[in-house]
């Protein structure tokens, strides 16, 4: 637990990959102001090249001129991208998800108010689950840093209900993210209640199977269809 401290200083995402078809100029809004948090590339995967949408996508990219951007435009799957964060609408997410163990970057899948889009609530929620806990942990961090972040809820779960557990992550998470309030959730509240009663821009969670072919963590599951804010599936 304490290497969080240490890991979560790397960015291991290299690119921010959105598809326009799935996502739309909201989603790109989205992956655009992230890979410029996270000082990484941006890779939109377009529609035909003249598709009239571009013109508002390009007046987008135009307010982020450090950013580097590379644009595909063919019908093909989007390219593997080694450490790429990958942007989901939440229907298309629903349909077929990305997640449980067949892809190992992160994806987020867009989705609740137009408030936690804007990342206007400076909150991200970290739901800590019996695998996948760290990875999750370490996501929150890096986020909690590239947006700014002023608060971070962690929903500890039951499996790290002792004590001393509890007193380790809140003083690594504190030594993480100085500057930043830090709440451990006890409560066994759902996902979606959760979001609604508490608004934030982003909700990490695990994407890694439960066991080999067993599927999201109930968790997860819950987020994709639930969570009142984007979603981000941890794959570390």
Do not use: K
Request: glycine fraction near 8%.
């Amino acid at each position: 637990m304490t290497a969080l401290v240490h890991e979560s200083a790397r960015v291991t995402t290299t690119c921010v990959l959105v598809d326009l078809r799935d996502c739309g100029v909201r989603g790109v809004r989205w992956a655009a102001a992230c890979a410029d948090a996270l000082g990484v590339g941006l890779v939109v995967h377009a529609a035909a090249a003249n598709d009239p949408v571009h013109a508002d996508v390009a007046a987008l990219l135009a307010e982020y001129p450090a950013l580097a951007v590379h644009i595909e435009h063919h019908d093909a799957p989007p390219a593997r991208w080694e450490g790429g964060l990958v942007v989901l609408s939440r229907s298309a997410a629903v349909v077929a998800p990305p997640l449980a163990g067949r892809d190992l970057r992160d994806v987020v899948v867009l989705g609740g108010s137009a408030a936690a889009l804007a990342g206007c609530f400076g909150v991200v929620t970290a739901v800590v689950d019996a695998v996948g806990g760290e990875g999750v942990l370490r996501r929150a961090i890096t986020f909690c840093r590239a947006r700014q972040a002023t608060r971070l809820r962690v929903l500890t779960r039951p499996y790290l209900g002792n004590g001393d557990s509890l007193d380790a992550t809140a003083a690594v998470l504190h030594d993480a993210c100085p500057g930043v309030i830090v709440e451990l959730v006890r409560e066994a509240r759902s996902v979606q209640d959760e979001t609604r009663l508490f608004p934030s821009d982003l909700l990490v969670v695990s994407g890694r199977e439960r066991g080999p072919a067993e599927g999201l963590q109930p968790a997860a599951r819950e987020a994709l269809h639930h969570a009142h804010c984007p979603v981000l599936f941890s794959c570390s």
